[in-house]
C-alpha cells in the first residue's frame, strides 16, 4: 500500500502530505485542517526536536558544522542556518539533510502508527521536503500548496524576517514547484484572500473524505 511505509499496512487510514515552496501558505492549510479535528504531523518542529535532543544527531552535527552552532547545549539556528544557505562550499543542504532525514522520517512513523492505534482514519503531514526526500510514495495523497513567487518572498520576509536573496537561495535548494505541482494529487494556488485558499482547502479535504 505505502512504498516508503510498508510496514503501515491499514487500507481505512489515509496519510495525506501537505507540502510546497517556503512562503506558499501550507502551515495556514495544515492548521485549517487541524481546527476540523484531524491530525497534522509537522516534519519542521520534528526535526528542530530531533536536533535539539537527539544526541546521535547532535554530534553528527558538531562534527560537520562545528561546535559553535551549539551554545549551552542549545541549538543556534541563526547560525546554522548560515553555513548551511550562505556558504560557498557545496552540497552544505544535502549534508544537513543527511543527519536530520533519517531520524525526522523514523519519528514521523511513529507518530502515524501511534495516530492509526488512537482510532484516527485521516492522517496529515505538513513537510516542506515530500519529493526532495523521496517519500512521496507513502502518502495516499499529497497536496501542494502554490503562490506566485513574489508573494511567497513578500510573506516570508515578514514572517521570517529574512532579505529577498535570502529567501531565493533557500527557494533554489529545493525541487521546482511546477515540478511538484505535476507529481500531486492536488494543487491550491494561493495567490488571493486567506478565505478562498481555506475554501478550496475545504474541498480537497470533502474529495479525501469521500475516497
Not at 36 to 60: E, H, Q, W, Y
Not at 128 to 152: C, S
Amino acid at each position: 500500500m505505502k512504498k516508503s511505509f510498508q510496514h503501515i499496512e491499514n487500507s481505512q487510514v489515509k496519510i495525506c502530505a501537505i507540502t510546497g515552496g517556503i512562503g506558499s501558505g501550507k502551515s495556514t492549510v495544515a492548521n485549517y485542517y487541524e481546527q476540523k479535528g484531524f491530525p497534522v504531523i509537522r516534519t519542521d518542529n520534528l526535526a528542530k526536536n530531533i536536533m535539539g535532543t537527539n544526541s546521535n544527531v547532535i554530534n553528527l552535527l558538531k562534527q560537520e558544522f562545528g561546535n559553535e552552532i551549539y551554545i549551552n547545549n542549545k541549538l543556534n539556528s541563526k547560525l546554522l542556518s548560515d553555513k548551511v544557505f550562505n556558504s560557498t562550499s557545496q552540497n552544505q543542504l544535502e549534508k544537513l539533510n543527511k543527519i536530520v532525514h533519517p531520524a525526522v522520517i523514523e519519528e514521523m512513523i511513529k507518530e502515524i502508527e501511534i495516530l492509526i492505534n488512537k482510532g484516527n482514519t485521516i492522517i496529515f503531514v505538513e513537510s516542506a521536503l515530500i519529493y526532495e526526500a523521496n517519500l512521496e510514495e507513502g502518502f495516499d495523497y499529497i497536496i501542494v500548496i502554490d503562490a506566485k513567487e513574489d508573494l511567497r518572498i513578500q510573506r516570508t520576509s515578514k514572517r521570517m524576517q529574512l532579505s529577498e536573496e535570502e529567501i531565493r537561495i533557500r527557494n533554489r535548494e529545493q525541487i521546482s514547484t511546477e515540478v511538484k505541482k505535476n507529481l500531486a494529487d492536488f494543487v491550491i494556488e494561493n495567490n488571493g484572500q486567506v478565505e478562498e485558499l481555506l475554501s478550496n482547502a475545504g474541498f480537497i479535504l470533502d474529495l479525501i473524505k469521500m475516497a
